[in-house]
Each structure stands twice: as structure tokens, then as C-alpha cells.
Nanobody, 124 residues
Framework: VQLQASGGGLVQAGGSLRLSCTAS????????FAWFRQPPGKEREFVAH???????WYGNSASGRFTISRNNAENTVYLQMNRLKPEDTAVYYC???????????????????WGQGTELTVSS
């Protein structure tokens, strides 16, 4: 599985942006996916997870503002981000769990494939 994240950029605080993660391979529909982010100078943190059956989980920073979704026909996972804040500035990574285990979803160790990251900057 190869993951390609895109959609990052420069946005003003309060704005919205949608990130995309396109996956190759034949196991997309049976895999779970997640978004993580790494703010400048900080550790990588969990943002959101979506299971193969469309169950979703969110980290504290994303809850109520971000929405993760997937389109199996297009092999793409999305992260819709609304009401963006400067503290959302980070490199955003998509990750895949080809075993769709759906436990410890906030742990990076659960995911066996990672994309290259897309950078988001939110200006105040």
C-alpha cells in the first residue's frame, strides 16, 4: 500500500480546508485509516481514525471541528477541517492499518503504512 497525502497549504484562522489521502493497492476497502499530525518542534499526535465500516474516532484537538471520511470507490480518505486555529499548524500524515484492528487507534504503532505528509499553516 502506498499513501499520497495532499491538500495542505496556508489558511487564515477560522477557515476550512480538506486534506486527501489516496491509496494504492487492492486492500483499501478492508483497511482502516487515520490522520496524525506533527506540529513544529512537537511530537506526532493522533487526529482521527476511520474503520473499514466507517466507524470514526477523534483526538481531543479535532473533536467537533474535523471530520474524517472515506470513498472506497476512489481509494481516498479525507479530513475536512473547519474553524482552523493557528495551533492546527502541522505536517499532517495519513496512515493505514491493513489489518483493520480498530483498537489503540491513537497509537502510531497500529498503522503499517504511512504517507509522506502534507503541510498546513494556519495564520492568525
Amino acid at each position: 500500500v502506498q499513501l499520497q497525502a495532499s491538500g495542505g497549504g496556508l489558511v487564515q484562522a477560522g477557515g476550512s480546508l480538506r486534506l486527501s489521502c489516496t491509496a494504492s493497492g487492492r486492500t483499501f476497502s478492508t483497511s482502516s485509516f487515520a490522520w496524525f499530525r506533527q506540529p513544529p518542534g512537537k511530537e506526532r499526535e493522533f487526529v482521527a481514525h476511520i474503520s473499514s465500516s466507517d466507524g470514526t474516532w477523534y483526538g481531543n484537538s479535532a473533536s467537533g471541528r474535523f471530520t474524517i471520511s472515506r470513498n472506497n470507490a476512489e481509494n481516498t480518505v479525507y479530513l475536512q477541517m473547519n474553524r482552523l486555529k493557528p495551533e492546527d499548524t502541522a505536517v499532517y500524515y495519513c496512515a493505514a492499518d491493513s489489518y483493520s484492528r480498530d483498537w489503540s487507534v491513537s497509537s502510531a504503532d497500529q498503522y503499517d503504512y504511512w504517507g509522506q505528509g502534507t503541510e498546513l499553516t494556519v495564520s492568525s
